[in-house]
């Protein structure tokens, strides 16, 4: 069973092993209600309604706080105000309508190291053409892009603690049913 659910953690997360390359050498544009800059430390605190746009890729929250390294990578980490839910879409690469999406209470991402760490009522999803194909839910989850390596733990601190959260994993069926023969023609009626 462990096994099994490995694979599965692994088949879904995936995904992000394909997020849109391009993405990361492009420039970043971030709406937000206020700005603080700190240009000694390379630090922004963002706040009210902050959208940052990188290609494909979308992040959305009430609060950010971004830092840049002195190579130009961001790191970004985005918090909700209570009842809401930060959240991030990317296109993935592999086809027209690959997508990957997610939220939660509190979102990391870290550019450089390709990382996204989801805090609190996390939720990660799959879309291909629209359409929902894989979805991972958890109090937190973690996804190294470059090792293509998935962590689930039942608690919003990243560790597993007895009698922790429990986590939900759907797996959208990949094959089709097959296709049925039609039914005979009647019989013409006399004969």
């Known amino acids: ?22 993405d990361s050498l492009k420039q970043a544009v971030i709406g937000y209600d206020s700005l603080d800059v700190d240009e000694v430390t390379q630090t922004r605190i963002l706040v009210g309604n902050v959208v940052v746009t990188r290609g494909t890729l979308t992040l959305k ?21 209570p009842g809401r839910v930060s959240t991030f879409r990317q296109k993935r690469d ?34 291909e053409n629209g359409r929902l194909a894989n979805e991972l839910t958890g109090p937190f989850i973690s996804y190294d892009n470059r090792k293509e390596v998935a962590a689930v733990r039942n608690d919003p601190s990243g560790e597993s603690k007895v009698g922790g959260g429990r986590g939900t994993l759907i797996l959208a069926p990949r094959r089709t049913a097959p296709a049925t023969a039609p039914a005979p023609a009647p019989a013409p009626a006399g004969k």
């Open 1 to 22: 069973m462990k096994n099994i659910f490995a694979a599965a953690i692994l088949s879904l997360l995936s995904l992000s092993a394909f997020a849109e390359r391009a």
């Open 61 to 81: 929250s009430d609060r950010a706080l971004l830092k840049e390294t002195p190579e130009g990578y961001m790191s970004v980490t985005l918090t909700s105000n």
């Open 94 to 127: 592999g086809g027209p309508d690959l997508w990957v999406e997610g939220q939660a209470e509190r979102i990391e991402y870290d550019e450089r190291q390709e990382l996204v760490k989801l805090h609190s009522k996390a939720i990660v999803r799959e879309l």
